[in-house]
């Protein structure tokens, strides 16, 4: 393994997106998937269009083809992870208004500020437990503080602590990069970093 980098979603990187979650998201079985994290920056209503129709084109086939369309549309944000020249990993991120209904009400009515919200990872299965959602989190953290944001996000659930590897992250994910717990609910705590 060379060393990773973590770079910014643009729209030259949109093949290398799509070439992770044809090729290499998901391929342990992961009930997660597949998946093209495209819910977290679509509205209900877009969601269930999109739910409507898998049985006609398929499933992966369906989020891929909405995946696309919203990258056309710079609708997803966040960050991949190469080795090499080869996609590994993925971060969204974004503003937390950039997410219609994925951010957890009671974290809307917490915030401290101009917030970066991070609401997925995604990493190749064989990469795992090298430090990627780390380098992720540390490169989401160094962004935000640029561009003037207060704060950055996460939103762990509890009952998932113990198990291999939550979307969302763990607890422990976020304490080790400095976050501390902002408020919790429902087995759910918003971790945060001030910056």
Known sequence: MKTIVIKPLTSE??????DFFDNRAFTDDNPNGPCYCTSPNQDEESISR???????YGVKETLRKYAVEMLNRNQIQGYLAYD??????????????SYAGFVPDFARKNTCGKTISIVCF???????????????IDRVCSDAKTKG??????YAKLSD???DFDYQGPVR???KAGFVEAARENGQV??????
């Open 50 to 56: 999109m739910v409507s129709e898998f049985k006609t």
């Open 122 to 136: 995604e990493i190749s299965p064989e990469y795992r437990g090298k430090g990627i959602a780390s380098a992720f």
């Open 13 to 18: 990187l949109t093949a290398d997106y799509l």
């Open 149 to 154: 944001y207060a704060a950055v996000e996460g």
């Open 190 to 195: 918003v971790m945060r970093k001030t910056l």
């Open 84 to 97: 090499g020249d080869l996609s590994v990993g993925w971060c969204n991120a974004a503003d937390i208004e």
């Open 173 to 175: 994910l976020y304490q």
């Open 161 to 163: 602590e113990q198990n």
